[in-house]
């Protein structure tokens, strides 16, 4: 198994210079997932419209050494997968002699709600693909508008705190278990590179067994940090990502042939507030007797998700 040390030498498939916000998690994300692209093989990315893909190709150039497919927001998955079937049969036909591997990239806005429609059909029809969505709570690219990963409480444009709300009413979407429930070889929830902990390497570990080790369609959810959306400061953006972790809002695991398998269990289970606290979005919940109420339910939920999780990796009876 490499190590970090060891993938750091590998060359990068999307380059630096791109436009992205300092400290953004998607552009991490990308670079680590293709990384586990081995080098004899050649790669055609699609991307749904987005912060990364707006960023990352401003005419005439690119930050993608791959091939680079812009669609709509509601059809990276379509896309990816109708060229994954021509692929094939031009591979018959002898007219295609190099291997390629197809991946997808997209937020939550165009995962979640947005593009899981075309999202949903492409896992159904197997097609050999890996879509990775990097999930950063929000519609980011055009505004900080909530979506259905955005968790209860949030403050964003579109549900906004003040004296009548306490932001976004209700709870976030649970899209793995979805992707999970479309009987695909291999599904994944992980988060970006944090040196120093036992899951330092869990991104690339599962980027590797979707795009090399299964045939058909693989899924990966990741948590991307966004500085502008979530309010915190990019220096120590990493931490929060640990913090997810250690609290259970972001277990990592997943779930091969059906079959749940815990990547990391923390020792001592940390309460949601930790890593609500550090982020402004929630800051107002911190202030009232209500928002501490919305506090203590966010953590009923967390709590009874990690019970389930528990319970379908074989960890708790």
């Known amino acids: 198994m490499a190590t970090l040390k060891e993938l750091t030498k590998i060359p990068d498939r999307i380059t630096s210079g791109h436009r992205m916000c300092g400290g953004c998690g998607a552009p991490m994300i990308a670079k680590w997932v ?29 930050a993608w050494k791959d091939s680079f497919i812009h669609t709509a927001f509601e059809n990276a998955a379509a896309t990816i997968s109708g060229t994954e079937a021509a692929y094939r049969v031009l591979k018959a ?12 990239f997209g937020g939550d806005g165009g995962t979640y709600d947005i ?62 278990m979805i992707m999970a429930a479309h009987n695909l070889p291999y599904v994944a929830q992980t988060v970006p590179v944090v040196p120093g902990t036992k899951y330092t390497m869990d991104l690339y570990n599962k980027a590797d067994r979707a795009i090399n080790e299964f045939r058909g369609a693989t899924f990966m959810n990741v948590l991307a940090p966004c500085p502008r959306g979530w309010r915190c400061d990019s220096a120590t953006e990493l931490e929060l990502i640990k913090l997810a972790v250690e609290t259970c809002y972001w277990p990592l695991y997943e779930v091969v042939n059906g079959e749940f398998k815990l990547s990391y269990k923390p020792k001592n289970k940390l309460p ?13 919940l911190f202030s009232s007797e209500e928002g501490k109420a919305l506090i203590a339910k966010a953590q009923e939920e967390v709590d009874r998700k990690w019970k389930r999780l528990l319970f379908l990796c074989g960890e708790e009876e």
């Open 115 to 176: 593009g899981f429609q075309s999202l949903s059909g492409a896992m159904e029809r197997g097609h050999d693909m890996l879509y990775v969505c990097y999930d950063n709570g929000a519609y980011m690219n055009t505004g900080i508008q909530r979506s259905s990963a955005t968790p209860v409480g949030a403050d964003t444009t579109t549900s906004p705190q003040g004296s009548e709300s306490l932001g976004k009413k209700q709870g976030g979407k649970d899209l793995t």
């Open 272 to 284: 949601l507030e930790e890593w609500l606290k550090p982020q402004g979005r929630f800051k107002h």
């Open 93 to 104: 036909k002898g007219q295609i002699k190099e291997e390629f591997k197809f991946i997808a």
């Open 34 to 62: 293709l990384k586990a692209v081995k080098p004899e093989h050649k790669a055609v990315i699609s991307n749904a419209t987005g912060c990364l893909e707006v960023s990352t190709t401003l005419y005439p150039y690119s």
